[in-house]
């Protein structure tokens, strides 16, 4: 089971390292200028690092050079970027909107266009989200759009590379839920259930763990 | 007592169903200032609406730009005193596959699409909440739902909308902000063109909506309406699809 992690340094990284044998992860260095190293990490082991990528140097084709050299085939990507900026609509700056849309958007397109050509028959694309994209939240104008966009995203995706049998969701989070002490855990078993045991009729859809206070 | 017109600001207002709905509120007497990227077009349009006697205003305006914005809201507000509607409809889209869209092109989308929304929100709101409130009507679109139509990146930035405007709703709502977006599916304009190219390809499409017809600008123009007026007040930060059944029913 090959999966990849798109941002290292989430809390999620850790619990999955706990539940899968080996992961590879993008660890960035300098997020906002998409430069980094894909590492893999193996269960008991130390991590490796690959190579280093420069994302709006050449838009991942690194990594996708190397996923091809080494013969990689991917059960998964997993796409945890995330940029949150607790900032109202007029407090927001035209950078922070930028940069925002930088990290919850483009480079979540570039690496999903440059790496499905790398994910197996039947593997999957699964983007964490959060509620606040339905939800709407006044201190989190960027987050709450661009979430929303990632996922218009996934739904595009499903039906894109639904030919090939590659599937896109979404696992929608409630900030309450990360704040939780098993929250964490609760998203880490979800992705591993859906990678070991995937559901090929789920596709397009946003799961969503908030205790049901969205609807609320 | 004859109704005060309306200052309506239409941003992206010479083309598709931004400029139907600004010739419709023309004709219903309202002040209509309406921008647009093509300058020749705006201007001749500008010139037919005002030869007619309509009271219509255009400024040139690129919506990625922040400053063209601003300019945009501060000269609605010198003529004016007020923007009473803001109605946002500017927007691009290509046919295209993931594999085939390029970051530019990504980028460009999500700019015009989505960044040219927050600013237009940023821009006006502080205006209608010094006014007591006002209206605000996104154009957006069904693809962002379905996730098809115009492109992954068309889709995306159009799902952006929905967030955007829930969590404006979600601060301005007491402040007078009533704001919806409608959201049109298979409308029959230049878009639609560019998606549906040949009329076999129409015809191909409209086999399968429900109601096996397009949209008219006018089915769009009837929401927008509808959701700048009064007799929507109790729909906040709600996704109005006009899609003749195409979302949920097939």
Not at chain 1, 107 to 128: N, T
Not at chain 2, 68 to 86: H, Q, S
Not at chain 2, 141 to 147: E, F, K, L, P
Request: hydrophobic share 40%.
């Amino acid at each position: 089971m090959n999966i990849l992690l798109f941002d290292a340094n989430h809390c999620i990284a850790e619990a999955l390292t706990q539940s899968f044998q080996s992961v590879y992860m993008l660890e960035f260095t300098d997020r906002l200028k998409g430069q980094g190293k894909l590492c893999q990490y193996k269960s008991g082991q130390r991590q490796e690092s690959l190579l280093t990528f420069d994302l709006l140097e050449d838009e991942a084709a690194s990594i996708a050079a190397w996923l091809d050299q080494h013969d990689v085939r991917l059960e998964a990507m997993v796409n945890n970027l995330e940029q949150v900026t607790d900032k109202s609509l007029l407090e927001t700056s035209l950078v922070q909107w930028q940069e925002s849309l930088l990290i919850n958007l483009h480079f979540p397109f570039l690496l999903v266009k440059a790496l499905v050509p790398y994910l197996s028959e039947r593997g999957q694309c699964i983007h964490l989200s959060s509620t606040m994209a339905v939800s709407g939240e006044s201190g989190a104008v960027n987050y709450a759009s661009h979430k929303s966009a990632l996922e218009s995203f996934s739904k595009s995706l499903s039906r894109e590379c639904s030919e090939r049998q590659i599937r896109s969701n979404v696992i929608s989070v409630s900030p309450r839920c990360w704040k939780e002490t098993n929250g964490v855990q609760q998203v880490s078993q979800m992705i591993y259930q859906m990678c070991y045991n995937p559901a090929s009729f789920l596709n397009g859809q946003v799961i969503t763990f908030d205790n049901g206070e969205t609807l609320s | 007592m004859v109704a005060e017109p309306s200052v309506v600001l239409i941003v992206g207002g010479a083309a598709g169903i931004g400029k139907a709905a600004a010739e419709d509120r023309l004709k219903k007497g309202d002040k209509v200032v309406f921008t647009d990227i093509n300058e020749a077009v705006g201007k001749q349009l500008m010139e037919q609406w005002q030869a007619q006697g309509y009271s219509a205003t255009f400024i040139q305006q690129n919506v990625t730009s922040w400053t063209d914005t601003e300019k945009v809201a501060a000269k609605t507000i010198d003529m004016y005193g007020r923007i009473d509607i803001l109605i946002v409809s500017a927007g691009v889209t290509s046919q295209q596959r993931l594999e085939d869209i390029t970051y530019k092109q990504w980028c460009f989308t999500l700019d015009v699409n989505l960044t040219g929304l927050f600013y237009s929100l940023k821009a006006v709101i502080p205006e209608m909440i010094r006014n007591g409130g006002g209206n605000i009507v996104i154009v957006g679109s069904g693809s962002a739902i379905t996730g098809s139509g115009g492109g992954i990146h068309y889709a995306t930035s159009k799902g952006g909308a929905f967030g955007l405007m829930r969590a404006v709703a979600d601060q301005f709502s007491d402040q007078g902000i009533h704001i919806n977006l409608v959201a049109p599916r298979v409308i029959a304009t230049e878009m639609l063109d560019v998606l549906y190219p040949t009329e076999e390809a129409r015809e191909e499409l409209r086999q399968k909506i429900p109601i096996k017809q397009l949209g008219t600008l006018e089915d769009t123009t009837n929401a927008i309406n509808f959701l700048a007026s009064e007799a929507s007040r109790y729909m906040q930060a709600q996704v109005m699809l006009i899609d003749g059944g195409r979302t949920y029913l097939t």
